[in-house]
């Protein structure tokens, strides 16, 4: 099992920006899926965006905004957060799958699919 942990929340007014780190211990991102999460408070937890052999898949919320990447060097995968705006306010998690294949729409984006969950990371936008 791979361990994850996430750095780079915090507090950032509208419209700035913020990149969330997740360094990974135990196996090598290039060789999983790799997902980033998000989970406000009092709602479920929900897809922000993945990266998967070197292709990348962002939520429509997110989509022109936030950027997810990965540097295979250092093992770790940023999410980059421009733009942001108070509903983009959550705990962020990142999170990471050994599955080849998934069955079913929307498979890859659910949180059944990742095996491996890092703590989070609190991100709040003030408006």
């Known amino acids: 099992q791979v361990q994850l942990v996430e750095s780079g929340g915090g507090l950032v007014q509208t419209g700035g920006s913020l990149r969330l780190s997740c360094a990974a211990s135990?196996?090598?991102?290039?060789?999983?899926?790799v997902g980033w999460f998000r989970q406000a408070s009092g709602k479920e937890r929900e897809f922000v965006a993945r990266?998967?052999?070197?292709?990348?898949y962002h939520a429509d919320s997110v989509k022109g905004r936030f950027t997810i990447s990965i540097d295979n060097a250092k093992n770790t995968v940023y999410l980059q957060m421009n733009s942001l705006k108070p509903e983009d306010t959550a705990v962020y998690y990142c999170?990471?799958?050994?599955?080849?294949?998934?069955?079913?729409?929307?498979?890859?984006?659910?949180?059944?699919?990742?095996?491996?969950w890092g703590q989070g990371t609190q991100v709040t936008v003030s408006s």
């Open positions: 135990g196996r090598a991102f290039s060789n999983l899926a």
């Open positions: 999170a990471a799958s050994t599955k080849s294949y998934c069955l079913g729409y929307g498979c890859y984006e659910s949180v059944g699919f990742f095996e491996s």
């Open positions: 990266i998967r052999w070197n292709t990348e």
